[in-house]
């Protein structure tokens, strides 16, 4: 796709991920910080980025975390449905991220092609977008439950206590000076746009 985008010189906009990092750092995450993900899902996805970078085109790569929106399945719905079946649910707080709703993310894509139909130079390469402030998946479990008015006790638990399949880093906080710098965005705080999603579905 990126080479062809080259040939037509077409702009190529690609989603990537917080997962591309080990959450080992403290400070959120820069555009050029060292990526070295802990699964497959982040190989692949560093992968992507660097196949669309060396392809040439005008390549965008929005790196972002956590999404979840009203539609499709995703941890929003997921919590919601399981805090009205179970009276506790048991919810990993040793990972820390932010959470973003898929509206923010999709308002700050349009906003780069209006900017670049508009002739506006956007540099090329790597941005980091994710909703304001920091949670655990516990804290964001917790908003959405609190948010959504189900009783339901919501207990934090450690990721060792909760074995999956596949590594997770424990920090993934992304920097996003460089995309609010580029488009002069502002970004909405998790709780905020968590609010707004808890009311279209409750
Ligand atoms: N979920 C997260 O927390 C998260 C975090 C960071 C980054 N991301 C990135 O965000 C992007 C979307 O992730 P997601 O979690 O929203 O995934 P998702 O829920 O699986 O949604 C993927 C969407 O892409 C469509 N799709 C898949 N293959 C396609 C194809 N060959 N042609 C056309 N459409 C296709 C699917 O269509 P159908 O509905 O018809 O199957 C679906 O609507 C991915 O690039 C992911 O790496 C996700």
Redesign the pocket.
Known sequence: MATECKLHKTKFIH????YVFDGIASNPYVETDFTNPLGIYGLT?CEGEEALMLSGCDGYVLR????YSVY???FLKTIIRLATERDSLNIISDQIGTPTLADDLGRTILELIRQLTDKKKVPTGIYHFSNEGVASWYDFAHAIVELAGIKCKVNPILTKDYPTASARPAYSLLNKGKVKAALGIEIPHWRDSLKQAVTKLV
């Open positions: 989603i990537s991920t917080d996805k972002t975390s956590w999404l499709g399945h995703n």
